[in-house]
């Protein structure tokens, strides 16, 4: 993360966005580990739940936006899972030495 520190400074907007990709990136990976891991294509995970493989693959698309919590409860119920969240505490800027 100091890598990305230096390059992004202290401009609260672009941390939020990168932020915003990351997790955005990590459900689309939950979703594709997930699924692999069950031995499911992204039609037959689609078929589970009742919709179309085009929305399992916008799902694990890392750029995609549309995360609902629903649809992921969907998700980890057809595999046989359960959604555990949790509330962690952002990573505190190093102070600097002065």
């Given amino acids: 993360m100091v890598k990305i520190d230096r390059m992004i400074g202290d401009d609260p907007a672009l941390r939020a966005m ?3 990709e990351i ?5 689309a990976s939950l979703i594709y580990e997930a699924r ?22 916008r799902l694990e698309d890392a750029d ?6 629903s649809m992921l409860r969907r998700i980890a119920e ?3 899972m359960r959604i555990a969240l949790q509330f962690v ?6 102070k600097s030495a002065a």
């Fill in 36 to 57: 692999t891991k069950a031995g499911l294509t992204q039609a037959a995970l689609a078929r589970l739940i009742g919709t179309r493989q085009p929305t399992i693959a």
């Fill in 64 to 69: 995609y936006e549309g995360h609902s919590l």
């Fill in 18 to 20: 990168i932020e915003e």
């Fill in 78 to 80: 057809a595999l046989g």
């Fill in 89 to 94: 505490p952002k990573a505190r800027k190093p």
């Fill in 23 to 27: 997790q955005n990136r990590e459900v």
